[in-house]
């Protein structure tokens, strides 16, 4: 039932700072049932987390990326937001945000969006 969408810039030039925006729908994200993440897909490479924000707002970060990363939300518009600062080619991939049980397993995730970080 729940839907997610992501948005942002799909091109990015090195050490500029990346905003995605994701859009939930079918699901209130202050539910305690679940938390919302981000998870990239970088090319020739297995899923990576990158973080997440539960319902009350608590943020959790991989330790190898939490130097560059901001996670936030707007629960008035059913939205939580990745920042990724400094980014390199190292980031280019495939951005998906995503709804995870409280056991920590994947529930439901959007389509993706391309990043591709160039100059």
């Known amino acids: 039932q729940t839907q997610l969408q992501e948005s942002g810039p799909g091109l990015m030039k090195p050490l500029q700072t990346l905003s995605l925006t994701c859009t939930v729908s079918g699901y209130d994200i202050t539910n305690n049932h679940y938390y919302w993440s981000w998870v990239r897909q970088l090319p020739g490479k297995g899923p990576e987390w990158i973080g997440g924000i539960t319902a009350s707002g608590s943020t959790y970060f991989n330790s190898r990326l939490k130097s560059r990363i901001s996670i936030s939300r707007d629960t008035s518009k059913v939205q939580f937001f990745l920042q990724l600062t400094a980014v390199t080619p190292e980031d280019t991939g495939v951005y998906y945000c995503?709804?995870?049980?409280?056991?920590?397993?994947?529930?439901?995730w959007g389509q993706g969006t391309q990043v591709t970080v160039s100059s």
């Open positions: 995503a709804q995870i049980s409280t056991a920590g397993r994947l529930h439901a």
